[in-house]
């Protein structure tokens, strides 16, 4: 066997004239959490499926679990579990019946199946909800059912798409912590996410992905190192009467790479070179901006990272010179839609 | 792929989607409910026989002498003998001054038609001339003035044959002769037999043909709503990415879909039997047999339209194109024979007419398999050819 998981080689998938996963080449260790960071519409989730047999690469080939996507999709899947965006599992069956359900599809024994829903349930402390149907359950009890039925058939790698999108956080806390317990048991974790505090706690090494293509790839703290050490400054301003018109301006200075917008007065801004700190306060001045605080952190987060790889934030209100391009913001192609 | 691993997979998705129907209440009530509502809706839109009542038309009588006062009375009497029950009439009539009344009161719509004797109908009588009688009818309404056409000739009929045999019987004693008058009038009389015992309605017609359209709806539209939910749910991933052949998802769906098709249509089956009066004259079992090849044979235009189909409105969509057409050109409803020629032959194409006349030969006729042959064959062949070109359609269907 060999020593990676997943192996992929300029896995490619095109939606007619938009190309999703750009000749996507990566190889994943063994038994480590590897985190896929990008905006809306990077190609996180199609990557994904692709790997999970769900949808078909139109060009370029990849390895999961040693055996090859195309030609034996069913010896992945036996290998695989999968965390989808959306839910899988039917509301009207209770937590049981749900388990009992996905393990048969992977044909584990009577006896041993109802030992290890019991064993799951334990994991997740939900043992008292077991006869329960799930359309009396809370979004994260929800969640906590999801992830368990991924793991019920033991695989080798489990796929995590967005896994605590939209949870409180105690049960974001409490799936984080049911990551670690998985991984730590050997099964090799694959995490999309939007939330950089996760990609950076969870991962042992994280890829950013944007137009399909990978802009960075290393452990988060390599990677924060990379900022750390560029001249690339990642600034924080306060400015009490921000305008559209403002942001405009700051963004088009040259040494200015991007600018997020936190909320009403504070701003992100990833510049490069000595003199971009003086240029950014002088057009502030100039456009009658007032400028309540600058910041430089010393301490680089994986979000400055993303910003200055990407141009853009990762929340929605990005306004980096990227997120101009039409397919970022608009809705995804049609054919997308599952 | 393993044959019997590929049948417990989709055995263990049909037990999955049975817990979820059972679990809707509303799905549950709707398997009874749906065909009883059919069978009270079709049943009572279209009558049984001629049963009309209280026709109401109008009388005019210009003429006033003793002939027309004799064809009033003939009619009344002739009226009475028509009617139904004791207490009503076949037709109700009412007086009216002039045509122009009648008219007026035509248009208004208090009466449907109007007997119009003309000045002079007594003298022609008498003298040996015909008595014309004008029948004014309310042409808007085609159906009740064809009812009226056949109501006024039957009574005309009728009322010339008294008149006759009247006549004839005078002519005979006058000549000093025997006659029996119906032999010179009516030499010709023709017996109705039935093949079905008891009196021929309208439900013995469609409720055979009833049970499997009913069945042909429910497996129509459930697949495209079992695998849409599914799709948009997001469910159906979790199957796809299972290690099972996908084969097995819409064998096991469909699995489930056919026993509760089946067990709707012997719903209809029992209604029709029990609050309708249709009898059962064939086997049973061949009934039974009938209901699961009608139903097979339209599984494969359902997966079809779901593997064509984006999401479930325009799967929904296809499915409403596919059987309107079926449920009225099939001859279930109104006789293919009603039907112009075109249409006679794309009732041909449809699936659901061979189920119908199968069904109705056998639950009507007592027909035996070697009479409904041609049909089973048709059915099946429809099944098979659908099925193997919707399921190539299905698995390319279902990767993005």
């Known amino acids: 066997m060999t020593e990676n998981a997943i192996e992929m080689e300029n896995l490619t998938k095109k939606f007619g004239d938009f190309t999703a996963v750009d000749k996507l080449s990566l190889n994943i260790k063994k038994g480590k959490i590897f985190g896929f960071l990008g905006p809306n519409g990077a190609g996180k989730s199609t990557t994904i499926r692709m790997l999970c047999t769900l949808s078909n690469p139109t060009s370029g080939s990849a390895k999961i679990a040693g055996y090859d996507l195309i030609k034996d999709p069913s010896k992945v899947r036996e290998n695989i579990g999968l965390v989808a965006e959306k839910m899988i599992m039917y509301d009207t069956l209770t937590a049981a019946e749900n388990l009992r359900f996905f393990g048969k599809l992977y044909r584990i024994p009577k006896q041993k199946l109802e030992d290890r829903i019991d064993e799951m349930l334990e994991l997740v402390n939900m043992q008292e909800w077991k006869h329960t149907q799930i359309d009396k359950f809370s979004t994260g009890m929800k969640q906590r059912i999801n992830v368990i039925r991924a793991l019920l058939p033991e695989p080798e790698i489990i796929f995590m798409d967005e896994p605590t999108l939209g949870l409180d956080p105690q049960t974001t806390y409490s799936i984080r912590d049911i990551t670690r317990e998985i991984n730590r048991s050997g099964v090799t974790v694959i995490l999309t996410t939007h939330a950089m505090i996760e990609a950076e706690v969870l991962s042992d090494r994280v890829a950013i992905i944007d137009h399909g293509k990978i802009a960075a790839l290393d452990t988060p703290q390599n990677l924060k190192k990379l900022i750390a050490e560029s001249d690339v400054s990642i600034f924080g301003a306060e400015i009490t009467n921000l305008t559209p018109k403002l942001i405009e301006k700051i963004n088009s200075l040259d040494v200015v790479d991007a600018v997020a917008q936190q909320d009403d007065h504070n701003l992100k801004i990833s510049a490069n070179g000595t003199e971009a700190l003086n240029q950014i306060i002088d057009i502030i001045r100039h456009e009658d901006g007032n400028i309540a605080s600058i910041t430089k952190s010393n301490e680089t987060t994986l979000e400055d990272v993303f910003l200055a790889v990407t141009g853009k934030e990762i929340r929605d209100q990005a306004t980096g010179k990227a997120a101009s391009t039409p397919h970022m913001d608009g809705e995804a192609p049609k054919s997308r839609i599952r | ?400």
């Not at chain 2, 997979?9 to 049975?18: A, G």
């Not at chain 2, 090849?293 to 296809?318: K, N, P, R, W, Y």
């Not at chain 2, 112009?340 to 794309?346: A, G, Y």
């Open chain 2, 1 to 400: 792929m393993d044959i019997i691993q590929i049948l417990q997979d989709s055995y263990h998705v049909m037990i999955k989607d049975m817990i979820e129907f059972k679990r809707n209440r509303f799905e549950v009530a709707g398997l009874i409910a749906f065909p009883l509502i059919f069978l009270l809706l079709f049943g009572f839109i279209f009558p049984s026989g001629n049963t009309h009542e209280n026709v109401q038309m109008g009388l005019v009588n210009l003429d006033q002498g003793a002939g027309s006062n004799e064809f009033i009375t003939q009619m009344e009497t002739m009226n009475k003998q028509l009617a139904t029950t004791k207490n009503s009439s076949y037709m109700s009539f009412n007086n009216y001054s002039s045509v122009d009344a009648a008219k007026t009161a035509i248009n208004k719509g208090t009466i449907n038609g109007a007997f119009v004797i003309p000045p002079g109908f007594s003298s022609n009588v008498t003298s040996g001339q015909p008595g014309n009688v004008i029948v004014i009818v309310d042409n808007s309404n085609p159906t009740v003035a064809g009812t009226i056409e056949q109501v006024s000739s039957s009574t005309i009929g009728g009322l010339n044959g008294i008149s006759a045999n009247t006549n004839v019987l005078k002519l005979g004693s006058e000549a000093n002769q025997q006659i029996n008058p119906q032999a010179i009038i009516a030499p010709y009389v023709q017996n109705i037999e039935t093949t079905i015992p008891g009196e021929s309605n309208y439900f013995n017609f469609l409720a055979p043909g009833l049970i499997v359209m009913i069945g042909m709806m429910y497996i129509m539209n459930g697949v495209p709503e079992t695998i849409s939910k599914e799709k948009e749910k997001g469910t159906f991933d979790g199957m796809l990415s299972a290690p099972i052949h996908h084969i097995s998802i819409i064998l096991g769906k469909t699995m489930g879909l056919t026993i509760r098709g089946v067990v709707q249509c012997l719903f209809v089956l029992i209604f029709a039997v029990l609050l309708f009066g249709v009898t059962v004259q064939g086997n049973l079992l061949l009934v039974f047999f009938m209901i699961i090849l009608g139903i097979f044979s339209f599984i494969g235009i359902g997966i079809m339209a779901v593997s064509l189909a984006e999401d479930q409105a325009t799967a929904a969509m296809i499915m409403d194109f596919i059987m309107f057409p079926m449920i009225f050109l099939a001859g279930v409803i109104f006789p293919v024979q009603q039907m112009p020629w075109f249409m006679q032959d794309i009732s041909k194409v449809i699936p659901l007419t061979y189920a119908g006349d199968a069904m109705r030969k056998i639950m009507l006729l007592n027909a035996n398999v070697a009479d409904v042959s041609t049909d089973i064959i048709i059915l099946l062949a429809f099944g098979v050819i659908t099925m193997l070109i919707a399921l190539p359609l299905f698995r390319r269907g279902m990767k993005d």
